[in-house]
């Protein structure tokens, strides 16, 4: 069974477009975050959610807006898509406590801006 | 925000051989991860160190937490031509579940 799942795993668009992504998790954890990977394999954390809750924002711009309908889901909707958001954009999640650190990844969704 | 800093960057190594890596920081952290990433795919755990001078084994895989908690390090003993990806380091300073991840590891082996 898969753990965190994403959906699309690739993504082709155009500038100026509104996308969306969709993560899951089945693992009943209670904590789910987006990571962007550059080019370079820089892997970056960009929100961080506990039980439904924004619990961390890195600087990110504002066109990235995460919605977290559940537990179990972690969506990121971007808007008016510029060239430099292309990245692989991972969603992970983990169980808050002494040991939450061990985070499990998705499979990534490559996403591409013409 | 902070970055660790990973080395080597890359690695092209003989089936066989083995591999060393490692990670530093200038400021302490309480957990040093490391993980994984095959082509295609999200990071993988491979290892998870909890507390300073820890040496912890995972199959060929040994990491360990340094005595300063400043650094960690990986090896890899008898490398094969599925330890082919690229390793990550990662780690948490306080509080929180907040990763900071190394720059990565990109390990080829030449069978």
């Known amino acids: 069974d898969t753990a965190v799942s994403q959906t699309p795993k690739y993504l082709v668009t155009q500038m100026g477009n509104d996308k969306s992504i969709k993560c899951e998790q089945n693992l009943g954890h209670d904590t789910m975050y987006w990571y962007k990977q550059d080019s370079k394999k820089f892997l970056k954390i960009m929100f961080s959610y506990n039980n439904k809750e924004l619990i961390i924002n890195e600087t990110v711009p504002n066109r990235f807006s995460p919605k977290s309908p559940d537990k179990a889901h972690l969506n990121l909707h971007i808007n008016s898509l510029e060239l430099g958001d292309s990245a692989v954009y991972f969603c992970?999640?983990?169980?808050?406590?002494?040991?939450?650190?061990?985070?499990?990844f998705g499979p990534g969704t490559r996403l591409t801006v013409l | 925000g902070q970055q660790l800093n990973q080395s080597p960057q890359s690695m092209f190594i003989q089936e066989g051989e083995d591999v060393s890596m490692n990670c530093t920081s200038s400021?302490?952290?309480?957990?040093w991860l490391w993980y994984k990433q095959d082509p295609g795919e999200g990071p993988v755990l491979l290892i998870a160190?909890?507390?300073?001078?820890e040496l912890t084994s995972n199959g060929r895989l040994t990491a360990q937490f340094g005595i300063t908690r400043k650094d960690s390090f990986l090896n890899i003993s008898a490398s094969i031509p599925s330890d082919v990806g690229i390793y990550f380091c990662a780690g948490r300073r306080g509080a929180g579940n907040m990763l900071t991840f190394g720059g990565g590891t990109r390990l080829m082996v030449k069978p």
């Open positions: 160190l909890y507390k300073a001078g």
């Open positions: 400021s302490i952290f309480n957990t």
């Open positions: 992970a999640s983990s169980q808050s406590g002494s040991k939450g650190d061990t985070q499990y």
